[in-house]
């Protein structure tokens, strides 16, 4: 029968549990997804657990030597939750807890900002003030006066702890930013003045950036290393969530936008030329004759910008028939009443009657 679990962690089928556990740690490392190293491999990490999962449970382990991965899948108990968090420990020990690299730089900064139709149709820099997080100068993020600090007693001077927490799956060791020392290991003999030992001042900062043109209504920008900053220096990200003001004729759905606009019966008939309300300021539009009342013109590549150009504009045109009616129009109208009978078209009875 195929070992192909021992094959995948590289080990004997008589390897001691240690010698299973450090080949995993070793195979986790290679080709986990997130270590950006060039052997990372999501598929064979997937694999790897796998093997793990049951070569580390001496039950699971003596089943598959028997019956092959049939004896071992489908068997979702105990055993698979205590590998589960056997997979957290080494992870911790390989990757110094779950979120090491979030604590490693400061907070991320989120504010909002809106920008006019016009403003998303051509981008826009955009200037606002924040205040943010940043690392103390006077004691240079380290909290103490003068520089003098002493070695954390509760962490050693490791600024994590480990600690052991029970759940539902068992107990789970977990190591944890030392609270004593805000996890930098070292305590201010005495407090800095300027930041009361915290190593971080709040300051009004300007910071600009820029819209891209076709910003959607709601969309994030993110804006890397302009977050709050950690005693050491280092920058989360700063999220702008952006908000498109409506406009008072143009509607917007998606890449298009929709406007609606009326014109007389006789533009109607023969064709005119409107000016419609744009983000690139007025435009004019040519209406063809013949235009229906409620007919939508397209106007291409007159919408808001997009990855691959431009969306359309689209124009619904309403007819506005009048209410009152001089006697001389009563004429024209009285015309085009005859016009079944009439050799004419409807719109040869129009000209006729503007010329
Ligand atoms: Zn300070
Ligand atoms: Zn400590």
Redesign the pocket.
Same mark, same amino acid.
């Given at each position: 029968m195929a070992k192909e679990y021992y094959e995948l962690l590289g080990v004997s089928e008589d390897a001691s549990q240690d010698e299973i556990k450090k080949a995993y740690r070793k195979k986790a490392k290679k080709y986990h997804p997130d270590s950006n190293s060039e052997t990372a491999d999501e598929e064979k990490f997937k694999k790897i657990n796998k093997a793990y999962d049951v070569l580390s449970d001496e039950d699971k382990r003596k089943k598959y030597d028997r019956f092959g991965k049939e004896g071992v899948e489908g068997h979702a108990g105990r055993g698979q939750r205590r590998a589960a968090s056997n997979f957290q420990d080494i992870f911790e020990e390989i990757f110094g807890g779950g979120s090491r690299r979030r604590k490693s730089r400061g907070k991320d900064l989120k504010i909002t900002t809106t920008v006019s139709l016009e403003e998303a149709y051509k981008g826009v820099e955009k200037t606002v003030k924040v205040s943010r997080n940043t690392k /103390?100068?006077? !004691? *240079? =993020?380290? $909290?103490?006066?003068n520089g003098n600090t002493t070695t954390c007693s509760k962490c050693n001077g490791q600024g994590r702890i480990r600690t052991i927490e029970r759940s539902v799956f068992g107990r789970k060791q977990v190591v944890k930013e030392c609270p004593e020392c805000n996890g930098t290991g070292q305590i201010p003999e005495e407090? /800095?003045?300027? !930041? *009361? =030992?915290? $190593?971080?001042?709040e300051e009004e900062d300007k910071i600009s950036f820029e819209v891209p043109a076709g910003i959607q209504d709601g969309q994030r920008l993110r804006l890397e290393g302009k977050g709050h900053e950690n005693r050491k220096g280092r920058s989360g990200d700063l999220y702008v969530f952006v908000t498109v003001e409506e406009h008072e004729s143009l509607e917007r759905r998606g890449s298009d936008l929709y406007t609606a606009k009326k014109i007389g019966v006789g533009d109607a008939a023969l064709g005119c030329e409107i000016k419609v309300q744009h983000p690139e300021g007025e435009i004019e539009v040519d209406v063809p004759s013949g235009t229906q009342p409620g007919q939508v013109l397209r106007v291409s590549g007159k919408g808001m910008p997009e990855r691959f150009g431009n969306g359309d504009l689209y124009i619904k045109v309403d007819v506005d028939i009048p209410e009152e009616i001089s006697e001389k129009e009563r004429e024209v109208f009285e015309g085009l009443r005859r016009k079944p009978e009439s050799s004419k078209s409807f719109f040869e009875s129009v000209k006729d009657f503007i010329n």
């Open positions: /103390c100068d006077a !004691c *240079s =993020g380290s $909290g103490a006066e407090a /800095c003045k300027e !930041c *009361s =030992g915290d $190593g971080i001042k």
